[in-house]
């Protein structure tokens, strides 16, 4: 089984809808974090936790919310969906390290909004 | 100017051509370095850490020079299953406002053809 898991993998959905993506992980991992990748943009961040009690706004966070519900849980919702946050979303996992910061990624959702 | 740039490409190399790619970052303070792996339409996965000391593993070297910060990936004897987008990595410092966070470039696309 995969350590980091998200549902669902693809969504259409349309304009206004309330969307939530899952995210879980059996890593034991304390940090998550959300992505959102878009060609020729790379990866970047929408909200990261570095643990059950702990939520930061990443650098697009504007449209989206989080919930950190466990150690283990942690979704994303877009309270009111638009087209230009048709993208792929991953979701990311990290050991609280000082000095080490390699991340663990799901393998994605790809969301359309129409 | 972004945080981390990378010539997109697209690389278009025969096998067993050697390849390098380039990154540039603009935060001095930042920490620690990675290039990661994508597959198309795949999860990015670390394909290796980069230290100043310079580092190999296998066919692959990294490369990063602090005071220019810049860092390459040299791959060399490069195989068709080499081809994928190449993501240059980059983590802030304990204290700083970015640590924890990875901050990614947009990624080079190498193809390897027969």
């Known amino acids: 089984d995969a350590d980091v898991t998200q549902t669902p993998r693809n969504r259409i959905t349309k304009t206004g809808k309330r969307i939530m993506l899952e995210c879980s992980q059996t890593?034991?991992?304390?940090?998550m974090y959300w992505y959102r990748q878009d060609p020729g943009l790379g990866l970047r961040l929408i909200y990261y936790?570095?643990?059950?009690?702990?939520?930061n706004k990443g650098e697009i966070s504007d449209g989206y919310s989080v919930s950190r519900q466990a150690q283990a849980k942690f979704s994303l919702s877009l309270e009111s969906a638009i087209p230009n946050q048709t993208a792929l979303y991953f979701c990311?996992?990290?050991?609280?390290?000082?000095?080490?910061?390699?991340?663990?990624f799901g393998p994605g959702t790809r969301l359309t909004v129409l | 100017r972004k945080e981390v740039e990378q010539d997109p490409g697209p690389f278009n190399v025969p096998e067993g051509a050697t390849v390098a790619f380039n990154c540039t970052y603009s935060?001095?303070?930042?920490?620690?370095f990675f290039w990661y792996r994508q597959d198309c339409r795949k999860e990015p996965k670390l394909l290796m850490s980069?230290?100043?000391s310079g580092n190999e593993d296998g066919r692959f070297t990294a490369q990063l020079n602090r005071a220019s910060q810049y860092i390459s990936l040299l791959i060399r004897d490069s195989k068709l299953s080499d081809s994928a987008t190449y993501l240059c990595?980059?983590?802030?410092?304990?204290?700083?406002?970015?640590?924890?966070?990875?901050?990614f470039g947009q990624g080079t696309i190498l193809t390897v053809h027969p």
């Open positions: 980069v230290y100043s």
């Open positions: 890593k034991g991992h304390d940090r």
């Open positions: 990311a996992t990290s050991e609280a390290s000082i000095d080490y910061n390699e991340q663990f």
């Open positions: 990595v980059v983590s802030g410092y304990p204290g700083g406002t970015s640590y924890g966070k990875l901050t």
């Open positions: 936790s570095f643990d059950v009690k702990d939520i």
């Open positions: 935060n001095s303070a930042s920490q620690s």
